[in-house]
């Protein structure tokens, strides 16, 4: 009853008892994730898990943790790993290897030979090259 004798704390602790139910429901929705997302545990562990989350959910959440803590890191750093390099990848890809099409390096081999760098000889030599 203190807390109601002055509203401050009131305030504080309606705000605590709320983010601590914000950061309870995130934590069991990590669990429930990392539940359908262990490839090494078969379906009847995670029948079995999922039922006890559901009926004793903060026993089962916790024990959950102390278990499977350390590979639920080890999935989520892999994951992680794995959409860096499809990103990666995707930049890559988008933004191309530098490498100029084959019409560019004919007009370029054009230009040379209309300036005189090249003689008639090495154009055809270097678009025969180029064409092949």
């Known amino acids: 009853m203190l807390a109601y ?11 605590l008892i709320f983010f ?5 429901i995130l934590l069991l929705f ?3 994730g ?3 997302r262990n490839r090494q545990m ?3 562990a995670k029948a079995f898990w999922c039922i006890f989350v559901i009926l004793v959910p903060f026993l089962g959440v916790f024990i959950y943790l102390i278990a499977h803590g350390r590979s639920m890191a080890e999935r989520d750093v892999e994951v992680a790993q794995t ?3 499809a990103f990666r990848s995707y ?3 988008t933004a191309g290897t530098g490498a100029t099409s084959t019409a560019d390096q004919l007009t370029k081999l054009t230009d040379l030979k209309d300036r005189g760098v090249l003689t008639d000889g090495e154009y055809a030599q ?3 090259k180029l064409l092949a």
Do not use: C, N, S
């Not at 601590?20 to 309870?24: D, I, N, Q, R, Y």
């Open 83 to 85: 959409q860096e390099e």
């Open 42 to 44: 078969g379906g009847g």
């Open 30 to 32: 990590k669990v429930f």
């Open 20 to 24: 601590l139910w914000f950061a309870w």
């Open 34 to 36: 990392d539940l359908f």
């Open 5 to 15: 004798d002055y509203p401050i704390l009131g305030i504080f602790w309606t705000m």
């Open 91 to 93: 930049v890559r890809d």
């Open 126 to 128: 270097q678009k025969a």
